[in-house]
């Protein structure tokens, strides 16, 4: 079963920055693409940054320029660093990810369990 966890989040003032982890464990032949969401209460989950296996990386535009996401395939993890954070980056920031199990197996998606994130002085 694979589980992905993340962690980073907390209380951080305008201006400052977070970088947050999620880390991939379980049964993992190979990780496609990793993603970052975010949510706020009575609003729908939205992406926040995209790298494809392939590809270009691509971020949301209220993002741009202030996060970047990155990874390390030997440990299974993804990263999200967050700079110059602003009080409508709120949310709870969710982990997501294309995962092949066992060689052979199809590709699942999987969702973390979210890292809260609050931005305020």
């Known amino acids: 079963q694979v589980q992905l966890v993340e962690s980073g989040g907390g209380l951080v003032q305008p201006g400052g920055s977070l970088r947050l982890s999620c880390a991939a464990s379980g049964s993992i032949f190979s990780i496609y693409a990793v993603a970052w969401y975010r949510q706020t209460p009575g609003k729908q989950r939205e992406l926040v940054a995209i790298?494809?296996?392939?590809?270009?990386?691509n971020y949301a535009d209220s993002v741009k320029g202030r996060f970047t996401i990155s990874r390390d395939n030997p440990k299974n993890t993804v990263y999200l660093q967050m700079n110059s954070l602003k009080p409508e980056d709120t949310a709870v920031y969710y982990c997501?990810?294309?995962?092949?199990?066992?060689?052979?197996?199809?590709?699942?998606?999987?969702w973390g369990r979210g890292t809260q994130v609050t931005v305020s002085s």
């Open positions: 997501n990810a294309d995962i092949r199990g066992t060689k052979g197996s199809d590709r699942y998606n999987y």
């Open positions: 790298m494809p296996s392939a590809g270009s990386t």
